[in-house]
Nanobody, 125 residues
Framework: QVHLVESGGGSVQSGGSLRLSCVDS????????MGWFRQAPGKEREGVAA???????SHADSVKGRFTISQDSAKNTLYLQMNSLKPEDTAMYYC???????????????????WGQGTQVTVSS
């Protein structure tokens, strides 16, 4: 059973850093496509980054070079290192996963089946 819990959100100033964590208590993360998503008020949920079971990653253009997705399978934990944060990064951030014969990329939002409850990130200018 997949159970995802995010943590690490908070309030930072522009240019600051945060590291989000997502613990998978179901111990499925090593066999599932994992991803980070965000949703700002009044906007659609968008993909930020994804990591496949072979370790390959994809990042949205808006975060490329600033955010990095990674995974520690031994700890069943997914990470999102966020550097050089901007006010437009302000959103609720979610981790999610799926298992199946679909492309594991951040833009494949509809395929992600299991979702955490989210953690808020607020970046002030």
């Amino acid at each position: 059973q997949v159970h995802l819990v995010e943590s690490g959100g908070g309030s930072v100033q522009s240019g600051g850093s945060l590291r989000l964590s997502c613990v998978d208590s179901g111990y499925t993360s090593s066999r599932y496509c994992m991803g980070w998503f965000r949703q700002a008020p009044g906007k659609e949920r968008e993909g930020v980054a994804a990591i496949d079971t072979d370790g390959s990653t994809s990042h949205a253009d808006s975060v490329k070079g600033r955010f990095t997705i990674s995974q520690d399978s031994a700890k069943n934990t997914l990470y999102l290192q966020m550097n050089s944060l901007k006010p437009e990064d302000t959103a609720m951030y979610y981790c999610a996963s799926f298992r199946g014969p679909y492309s594991c990329v951040y833009s494949n939002v509809p395929r992600f089946r299991y979702w955490g409850q989210g953690t808020q990130v607020t970046v002030s200018s």
